[in-house]
């Protein structure tokens, strides 16, 4: 298929969704009743995964006409050219080859159903990844064991990531969702914000002796991170009567430009790389995730990679029908685009996923928050959805007024896991019961009692459940691959690039303007003119 010249809209398929959009709503109770199936019929497994679907506002002639649309846009051919290392980041003539970072196991793809043909490997790229992945293991070995000193011979026992986007969010989750593997004797921090109150209300609280510092950023250029990075170094050198402190084995710098690094005086030996191709957004499965490695091990990392790599091999290999990434990108789509639902809730059942809702937000929408097709034309359509959340059983006690009577429709994902060995039977049963109840009650509804119509539920709100057996380091990986991939489905339908992010670019430029005094750029508007002065005249 010519995905430059198609148009989703133009599709048989799409022209039948809005047909059937304009019915009548499905009643969900109507088809529990009418339909014996539906809850296994709309069910998935992937391994330790499990999805259930069934609670959405879908019959099987809907569900059969989002295949349709999915099976009449480019995703097949899309998909494979993405794993292929084609060049589908148009805008930047880049490949997207995230899935190549956690190749870890060959003997996956024989456990996959459907199509057994296989991704093309660049021998080359491969070895590189293999290599980049052993300096990664080699460094987060040498810190877990106590054997990376600092300048007056001391075993690291803190350790600073200083990144942002995709430099920290991920990493940040990562450690925090995986905690039951944590170091007992390595505390991780992790410092984005240009706001100095961050940095130096946490390094107020660390020794300088036992402190290694984590430098990430992809291009060495970021100016937030190196911002941070630069008080660092002052906070190193007045606690320590260090020199240039940068070069000392105190710093660590993760990036894709080893010259940038290289100039900025990190030694050679401490600048772990990755590829220009891999994305910010899809980095914490490259030497990004060192701070991962460091506090869950090298071997729990690896373990992670596989998991993403066994939702990779079922995404890949998996017919539509039962594709979990699809399934879940398809009723995005229903939603979004043919009953005007364009807020996405989700909600896991687990405090270590409190990170989760934050980090699929930059996921999503940094991903598919597009306006431009591939052609260059914009599109007549809606894309990228509003995602939110917030853990349960806390969302309970905020938001879920609105979603339980409120005038908006909003789909959610509850996420939870079967067993949790940081909890016990008594706090996870309930954990437990209140997610199934939001889940069912959401759905039934409820009449209001004689002369209370504000205890009236009107019901029929959709949303899906995604059980964990375990909240392991693999099953984490196949988490985060799945929505990866239900973002990738998406864009595919829509024909928009997922792999970009230009809207970033004109507030940065912007900013660096206002901080150089620069005037060459377009004229300030008054308001901002007006409240720069005003901070200029009240900045102590």
Known sequence: MDQINYCPRKTAAWQQLEQLAQRRPVDMLAQFEADRNRAADFSISCDELLLDFSKNLIDREIWRALLALAEQSPLVAHRRAMFNGELINTSEQRAV??????????SLSSTSSGSSDRPTEDPQRAAEVQQQRRE???????????????????????????????????????????????????????IANVDGAEILSILRHLDAETTLVIVASKTFTTQETLLNAATAITWFESKLNLRNAHTSQHFIAVTASRK????????????????????????????????????????????????????????????????????????????????????????????????LPAYLQQLDMESNGKTMALNGQPVEYATGPILWGQTGTNGQH????????????VPIDFIATANDALSNITHHRVLLGNMLAQGSALMAGQAAPEGQPHRHYRGNKPSNTLIMDRLTAKNFGALIALYEHK?????????????????????????????DNDNSGPSMDTSTAALLAHLAKNIC
């Open 97 to 106: 080859l995230h899935t190549a970072l956690r190749r870890v196991d060959e």
């Open 487 to 515: 973002v990738f489905v998406q864009g595919s339908i829509w024909n928009i690039n997922s792999f970009d992010q230009w809207g970033v670019e004109l507030g940065k430029n912007m900013a660096n303007q206002i901080l």
């Open 260 to 355: 940038n690094a290289l100039a900025y005086g990190i030694d050679r030996r401490q600048i772990l790389e990755f590829a220009d191709w891999v994305g910010g957004r899809y980095s914490l499965w490259s030497s990004i995730g060192l701070s991962i490695a460091i506090s869950i091990g090298s071997q729990n990392f690896h373990q992670m990679l596989a998991g993403a790599q066994s939702m990779d091999e079922h995404f890949f290999n998996t017919p539509l029908r039962t594709n979990m990434p699809v399934a879940m990108a398809l009723l995005g789509v229903w939603y979004n685009n043919f009953l005007r639902a364009q807020s996405h809730a989700v909600i896991p059942y687990c405090e270590r996923l409190n990170l």
């Open 398 to 409: 905020a938001f879920f007024q609105l979603l339980h009577q409120g005038t908006h429709c």
């Open 136 to 190: 990664l293991t080699r460094i987060s070995d040498k810190i877990r064991a106590g054997d990376w000193l600092g300048s007056t011979g001391k075993s690291i026992t803190d350790v600073v990531n200083i990144g942002i986007g995709g430099s920290d969010l991920g990493p940040k989750m990562a450690c925090q969702a995986l905690a039951e593997y944590a170091h007992p004797n390595l505390k991780m921090h992790f």
